[in-house]
């Protein structure tokens, strides 16, 4: 019998998390100030969440955000979601995190007036960026 495992991580800006989402070409639902979204799994099973992917027709991930811890937990019946859908929690965990890391890098560097000059990919998929700053 399968059943709903969560993940946790910390994700402090939700619109940036959206954007990953989209990026890595998600469809997702994101419920109203104030409510939450069901998250379906195994045999009609569901749990709510502040956000959920559609990962398959049958199966989602669920993501609950603590705006005040900035902890984030991904929730999904992760057996049928990977049967279903090809996602493995940790490869989907790792995915999103390391492109959430990215953007929140490409932010911090822009705001303290450095210039990305250089971004490569190693065989690892790890993203190493190069930037520099002009002085006065």
Do not use: C, P
């Not at 049958?58 to 999904?76: C, L, M």
């Not at 007036?113 to 190493?128: A, K």
């Amino acid at each position: 019998m399968s059943h709903f495992t969560t993940v946790q991580t910390k994700i402090k800006n939700v619109l940036r998390l959206e954007l990953v989402l989209e990026e890595l070409g998600f469809n997702f639902t994101k419920a109203e100030v104030g409510q939450k979204v069901l998250v379906k799994g195994y045999l009609g099973q569901t749990t709510e969440a502040d956000l959920v992917i559609h990962a398959s027709k049958t199966y989602e991930i669920g993501i609950n955000i603590d705006a005040e811890t900035g902890t984030a937990t991904f929730v999904a019946d992760w057996e049928f979601v990977e049967t279903t859908a090809g996602y493995d929690q940790a490869e989907f965990t790792r995915k999103v995190m390391q492109r959430y890391a990215y953007h929140t890098v490409k932010e911090e560097v822009t705001k303290r007036g450095y210039t990305l000059e250089e971004e490569t990919v190693d065989e690892e998929n790890h993203i190493h960026v190069t930037v520099s700053s002009w002085g006065d």
